[in-house]
């Protein structure tokens, strides 16, 4: 049977009914739309394109399912690695390395620059954890009252908290979302950052310069820094703060820019974490055991790696921040992924893929607009179908043949995507990312979008890219960057 029979309204059904899905999901579940609800709703839609392929295409059941399965095995080695990355968060908070971070982070804050150095701290934190929501719920909740302190606007301050916060998500080796992109696109983790730095280091640097504008333009108050303090205190009082921890995550940069692969890299980042709390946390290790002596330690060491870490400091956004990792606070970013990808592997087998495929590119007229239709569909996906995630996998499936038929890099889609899908979602006040933002800071999404300098910035300095033909390689092209 033909596939190309269906018609593009035929072919939009199945979107379209996970569209209406997920903006129930976002009104009825808000930010925990992600934790079940979504990945429903991905197996709805998908059954409703396996029915449509049964009905009006004569398709046999086990050949889409088939093609289901092979769109799960593709995300199969991106799931492995977010596993693996849930252990790494735990180790090395219990470490001591995430806690220094942050420690540096609030030491250098000062009022003469608080927009950016708060767009700096939470870009060090982000790089850490691989989470912009891990960042803007917990130190981002410190700095906005920081900033009110200070005297600016709710607008300004989220805007910086989340610029930050994404830059360091985008670029961090730990995120889902930069392990979903080169995964989607065909390419590798790191080959997928480097490429990145030509399109994100410009758009942090505007993010930068527009802060710096802000900070010198504004006259505010000038604050207790008591919160400051006492997130500080916390944080020696229940770790040992050591600019030798640094040689953690210096190590893990040292192997990403020797091209070692993400899985070797990301196993040695915790063994080199289980080595520095043994060596620099004794004490904590000590307090949170219920044996004594080395298997004592052993023990929550393990425990933490499998379910995270809970700590108790005496200070709530430090225990909110660092209470968490594991290999188990990934399951739920694993379960939309392969849902996800059963969604897009019954409309790639069906057709209906191709379809919407055919129907965008027919504009396109070489590599310029090719980019701009895949930033393009990235952010319509994010404000359609509500999930950065889906906003990654849908257009990432869609433009991977075009990007073939180009002779184009599968890094160069990866960029697209990834500068279109992960950080214009927080933008879109239905869209998880921006109502679980709007909701943790307490900040209307339309309030803080002015100011999400980098969010708005990265997918406008891509599509200059794109269109001048600028940093986009060739297929047989490859760089030492």
């Known amino acids: 049977m033909n596939k190309k029979?269906?018609?593009?309204?035929?072919?939009?059904?199945?979107?379209?009914?996970?569209?209406?899905?997920?903006?129930?999901?976002?009104?009825v579940f808000k930010d925990s739309a992600t934790g079940g609800p979504n990945q429903l709703a991905l197996i709805i839609a998908a059954c409703l394109a396996v029915l449509i392929g049964k009905v009006k295409l004569g398709l046999k059941y086990e050949e889409m399912e088939k093609g289901m399965v092979e769109s799960i095995m593709s995300a199969m080695n991106s799931c492995l690695i977010l596993l693996i990355i849930g252990s790494v968060v735990s180790c090395w908070i219990i470490a001591g390395i995430v806690p220094t971070l942050i420690w540096i982070g609030f030491k250098i804050?000062?009022?003469?620059?608080?927009?950016?150095?708060?767009?700096?701290?939470?870009?060090?934190?982000?790089?850490?954890?691989?989470?912009?929501?891990?960042?803007?719920?917990?130190?981002?909740?410190?700095?906005?009252?920081?900033?009110?302190?200070?005297?600016?606007?709710?607008?300004?301050?989220?805007?910086?908290?989340?610029?930050g916060a994404y830059f360091g998500d985008k670029m961090s080796p730990l995120s889902d979302t930069t392990n979903l992109a080169p995964a989607m696109a065909g390419t590798d983790l790191f080959t997928h950052i480097r490429h990145m730095l030509y399109s994100t280091i410009p758009a942090i640097t505007i993010s930068l310069i527009g802060f710096s504008i802000l900070?010198?333009?504004?006259?505010?108050?000038?604050?207790?820094?008591?919160?400051?303090?006492?997130?500080?205190?916390?944080l020696e009082k229940?770790?040992?703060?050591s600019i030798w921890l640094l040689l953690v995550p210096a190590g893990v940069f040292f192997l990403v820019y020797k091209k070692v692969a993400a899985l070797p890299t990301l196993i040695l980042s915790i063994l080199f974490g289980l080595i520095a709390a043994i060596i620099f946390q004794q004490n904590l290790?000590?307090?949170?055991?219920?044996?004594?002596?080395?298997?004592?330690?052993?023990?929550?060491?393990?425990?933490?790696?499998?379910?995270?870490v809970s700590i108790k400091t005496g200070n709530d956004v430090i225990n909110d921040l660092l209470s968490r990792g594991g290999m188990s606070s990934m399951l739920s970013t694993v379960w939309l992924i392969l849902c996800a990808m059963i969604f897009g592997g019954a409309l790639e087998v069906t057709g209906m893929l191709q379809k919407m495929a055919d129907s965008i590119l027919s504009i396109?007229?070489?590599?310029?607009?090719?980019?701009?239709?895949?930033?393009?569909?990235?952010?319509?996906?994010?404000?359609?179908?509500?999930?950065?995630?889906?906003?990654?996998?849908?257009?990432?499936?869609?433009?991977?043949?075009?990007?073939?038929?180009?002779?184009?890099?599968?890094k160069n889609l990866s960029r697209a995507v990834e500068d279109a899908g992960t950080v214009t979602s927080v933008l879109i006040p239905w869209n998880s990312g921006g109502a679980y933002?709007?909701?943790?800071?307490?900040?209307?999404?339309?309030?803080?979008l002015p100011y999400c300098f980098f969010n708005l910035a990265s997918p406008l300095v891509s599509a200059f890219l794109g269109a001048m033909n600028l940093t986009i390689e060739k297929k047989r092209q490859e760089t030492n960057i």
């Open 5 to 27: 029979n269906l018609s593009l309204g035929i072919s939009l059904i199945p979107l379209l009914a996970l569209v209406i899905l997920m903006i129930i999901n976002v009104i």
């Open 285 to 308: 290790l000590s307090s949170m055991a219920s044996n004594s002596g080395w298997m004592g330690m052993y023990g929550v060491l393990i425990k933490s790696l499998g379910e995270g």
């Open 215 to 234: 900070n010198f333009t504004h006259s505010g108050n000038t604050p207790s820094l008591n919160q400051i303090n006492e997130i500080s205190s916390a």
């Open 109 to 163: 804050i000062s009022p003469a620059l608080f927009l950016p150095i708060a767009c700096v701290s939470c870009a060090i934190i982000s790089l850490s954890t691989g989470s912009s929501w891990t960042t803007t719920g917990t130190i981002g909740i410190a700095l906005m009252a920081i900033g009110k302190a200070y005297g600016f606007s709710d607008g300004m301050i989220a805007g910086a908290i989340i610029s």
């Open 364 to 410: 396109v007229r070489g590599t310029g607009s090719l980019i701009g239709a895949t930033l393009a569909s990235s952010i319509f996906t994010n404000a359609t179908a509500c999930d950065q995630y889906i906003a990654i996998v849908l257009p990432g499936r869609m433009f991977k043949s075009a990007y073939e038929k180009y002779g184009l890099h599968p």
């Open 238 to 241: 229940n770790f040992t703060i």
């Open 437 to 448: 933002n709007s909701g943790i800071l307490g900040v209307p999404t339309l309030t803080y």
